[in-house]
């Protein structure tokens, strides 16, 4: 199959990597910055100046981008998006976590194309990337989620069809969404264990060992002991998602109060200068707010 991948960032780059790797596929690389191509090129890539060549004569084109700004210049721009050279026929498949908005946008650009469309946002990250354990949420017509389903295998471990087009997205975005509160969650209560004589190490071990805290939230916990938080999920990404959550809610009259209080928790993270690390990196919001 010759299959395109647009954006080649932590994510886009281990998905391209492990479809090349299959050697079964002949693959287009596209990336804003040209050094991100050079890796896949060396392992037997083709690289592209363009989204649009990158798509062109292409039988399935998948894409991994930052947020909705990203996706709207890569697929639709006039001149250069992908979708304008992709034939009626040809699959297009969208892994980024985007608003259900502009989920329903590209798709109805898709169809008067002739293009077929999926939104399969992924859970995991980088190590689950590598290890090719990545779990797609797919929306779309489930005949087209058939036809695409062996290429997402070989990318991850499992591929679950949410339903229509809008739902992949929007499973991800309440997934991510919870995720984030938790974390959130246990950053605080182990910030306000400040002037206790509980240790905190000690709590973390017998949180991590009771049904309360779920398997995420006991491994954030003990993360949160270090003081270092390299990125597999960068805090400004999980405010990015908090916010088109929240977005998403209020377009439907919908109250999401939890959503709203993570967002404004990660986002005084990001002001302080925490956006880069990880989500767990939160907790240093609370060691700072700790009083003198």
Known sequence: ??????????????MARRLLATGEHDITVWNRTAEAMRPL???????????????EQCDLVLSMLRDDDAGREVWLAPESGALTTMAPGTVAVDCS??????????????????????????LGSRPQADAGTLIFL??????????VEPVLRQIGGAVHQMGPTGTGVRMKLLLNSLFAVQVAAVAEQLGALHGTDLDTARAVEVLAATPVA???A?????????????????????AKDLRYAA??????HVTVALTHTAADTYQQAIDRGHGQDNITGVVQLFRALRPA
């Open 41 to 55: 090129i060396e392992v037997g890539a083709a690289a592209a100046t363009t989204p649009a060549a990158a798509a």
């Open 1 to 14: 199959m010759k299959i395109t991948v647009l954006g080649l960032g932590a994510m886009g780059s281990r």
């Open 97 to 122: 976590t985007v608003t259900p908005a502009f989920s329903a946008e590209l798709a109805a650009r898709c169809s008067r194309r002739g293009v077929d469309f999926l939104d399969a946002p992924v």
């Open 218 to 238: 006991a491994t954030a916990a003990t993360a949160m002991l270090g003081h270092t938080f390299p990125a597999s999920f960068p805090i400004d990404l999980v």
């Open 247 to 252: 977005a998403d809610a209020a377009s439907r």
């Open 138 to 147: 797919v929306g779309g017509r489930p005949a087209v989620a058939h036809r």
């Open 214 to 216: 779920s398997p995420a």
